[in-house]
């Protein structure tokens, strides 16, 4: 407020010399004056450096809790969140929405108060020194309001258009990114680029519209302003004839007119670049506020190491798209291997994410070591569970940072020995730096198989109660499943494995086998008596491998 004062002291000291020093001769006062106007400069520098120097730091700060806290917001948010959400969106939130809020605390803000400031002073300061011209002057001031609103109300939908369409862009270009295998493999290069130039052409245009409408409205808001003067000259000029105004005041009051025209120029963007913070900060209060489904209880139960039973009581649960799994019940104890087999969309990945509390059983209970998994603390329930998830996903890390994840203090003798169990450990010693090779983003640069292989030996370095394997030895060769079932048979005799799969190889010496269909169980039992039952397992069986008795042969062993 004080340094929006030091603004007026110039243009009132200018009305000043031209009274006392040019028309009443008071030569002294003119360097007094002219000290003054450089004090009043170099104070306002100062002040303006001052404060430049403190917003920015403090927008830095704020925008640095708010990117924070939407992280750690992002961390808390579970799958359902995810399911809808787009990366694009959020993606924006963290940068574009985030900077919009930094820009309005270190400028928009500041500009604020320093238009009202600037115009309330002048304005008192006028009125003081001739009402009558100030009157006249006020009168013209709501038609240049008028027009600076009008622009704001008129550009704010070209506005909000061209983020939208910068959204729209980004998102092509991102998924253009991740994507670009499939666009090679399909030669679709021409159609990417066309849908690129659709999507940049919109932005384009939606900058043109903004810019057309500014163009309209800066002439009109520009001779609302010069009117201003022409008002003064020729009403103040007048009072100056009559003698009822001196000319210096004349001068002042001409010094003074942009202080009335500057504020309600800027009123426009002003308001625009409010309406855009109001906006972004709009986004980013919606995802801090958004609470994640799967709660933790009140009063979390917390066990350092469960035993690993998984009892399923009559679960059901559905999705958007309709049911998933339909009163679903087993019992697996500790030690024992509970493999899953079922068409592909048959709720298998859904049952064992109900386990890990990805989502939340809508019907019936899901019991670990008898407790309702509802009742332990989250961190805990997942710190016992260890998932190697069907699609796999590897950091931008080496391969020891990758397999480590879960155990980040495990040093590098562990991670191998998980490596080897997980049918790794070679495949890695061979690469040109082995456990220190960086894989690329999502783990290009190894075969699938590998990276199945090192999503496994990620899942076993927890070593946890219950180990889950969706779909994990999918892509590796027979040889190398069957080494790796060997090693978890005689390493994990404790724990209680799900093993998700199509093939039958890697199921069929199963404890317990359950046959998913539409979201039932309609089959259980172990290999022979569903091979007796002659239903959908044995069909897949006699599929894979025809007449050819597995159960009695050397190859299944
Ligand atoms: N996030 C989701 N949102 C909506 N529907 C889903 C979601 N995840 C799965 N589904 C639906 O639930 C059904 C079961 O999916 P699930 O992934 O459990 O099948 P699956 O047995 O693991 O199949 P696959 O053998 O192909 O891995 C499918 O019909 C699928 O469309
Ligand atoms: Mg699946």
Redesign the pocket.
């Known amino acids: 407020m004080g340094f929006t004062l030091l603004n007026l002291i110039p243009p009132y000291l200018s009305g000043v010399i031209v009274d006392r020093v040019l028309l009443r001769g008071e030569k002294e006062l003119l360097w007094q004056v002219v000290l003054l106007v450089i004090g009043a400069t170099f104070l306002k520098s100062a002040a303006r450096y001052f404060y430049r120097l403190i917003f920015e730091h403090i927008s830095q700060d704020v925008v640095y809790q708010i990117r924070m806290n939407l992280y750690q917001k992002l961390q808390e948010l579970d799958?359902?969140f995810f399911?809808q959400a787009r990366t694009g969106d959020l993606m924006t939130r963290m940068s574009g929405d985030a900077d919009a809020v930094r820009h309005f605390i270190s400028w928009v803000a500041f500009s604020l108060v320093e238009n009202v400031a600037i115009f309330s002073f002048a304005l008192i300061t006028l009125f003081a020194i001739n009402y009558q011209l100030a009157l006249v002057l006020m009168a013209c001031t709501p038609l240049i309001c008028l027009l600076a609103l009008r622009l704001s109300i008129k550009v704010k939908p070209a506005f909000f258009g061209i983020r939208e369409q910068l959204s729209k862009l980004n998102s092509v270009v991102q998924e253009n990114i991740s994507g670009n295998r499939v666009v090679k493999a399909f030669a679709k290069e021409e159609y990417e680029i066309s849908k690129f130039s659709t999507e940049n052409d919109g932005f384009k245009e939606k900058n043109l519209q903004a810019i057309r409408i500014w163009e309209r409205y800066l002439p009109a808001l520009d001779a609302a302003c010069g009117g201003l003067t022409v008002v003064l000259l020729l009403v103040g000029g007048l009072m100056v004839i009559k003698g009822a105004l001196t000319i210096g005041r004349l001068v002042i009051f001409n010094s003074f007119l942009w202080t009335l025209s500057y504020p309600l120029r800027n009123l426009g963007w002003l308001i625009n670049d409010l309406q855009r913070f109001v906006a972004a900060a709009a986004q980013i209060l919606a995802l801090l506020e958004a609470e994640p489904k799967i709660k933790n209880s009140p009063t979390p139960l917390r066990k350092e190491r469960l035993e690993g039973q998984v009892e399923l009581v009559n679960v059901s649960f559905s999705?958007?798209?309709?049911e998933?799994?339909r009163e679903v019940s087993f019992t697996a104890r500790p030690g024992e291997t509970v493999a899953?087999v079922?068409?592909?969309?048959?709720?298998?990945?859904?049952?064992?994410?109900l386990i890990c509390r990805f989502?939340e059983v809508m019907d019936g209970e899901i019991l670990i070591d008898g407790v309702n998994i509802k009742e332990y603390d989250l961190t805990c329930l997942r710190s016992n569970i260890a998932v190697a998830m069907?699609d796999v996903f590897l950091f931008s890390d080496t391969i020891e940072g990758n397999i480590a994840y879960g155990l980040p203090d495990a040093g590098l003798e562990e991670v191998q020995q998980a490596a080897r169990t997980a049918g790794a450990h070679d495949f890695i010693t061979k690469l040109p730096a082995g456990y220190d090779t960086i894989v690329g983003e999502r783990g290009v640069g190894l075969s699938g198989g590998q990276k199945q292989r090192i999503a496994l030996a990620r899942a076993l370095l927890k070593d946890p109660a219950i180990l889950i394997l969706?779909?994990t030895t999918s892509s590796v060769d027979l040889e190398t499943e069957r080494a790796i079932q060997q090693n978890l048979k005689s390493l994990y005799k404790k724990k209680t494995i799900f093993v998700?799969a199509?093939r039958i190889s890697s199921v069929c010496n199963a404890d317990l086998i359950l046959t998913?269909k539409n979201?039932r169980i309609i089959e259980a039992g172990k290999h022979e008596e569903l091979v007796a039952r002659k239903g959908y397992y044995y069909t897949v069986f006699q599929h894979q491998y025809g007449d050819f008795d597995l159960a009695g042969s050397e190859e299944a062993k």
């Open positions: 799958f359902t399911d999705q958007e798209s309709g998933v799994l899953i079922g068409p592909t969309g048959s709720g298998k990945s859904t049952l064992v994410n989502y069907q969706d779909d998700i199509h998913l979201g």
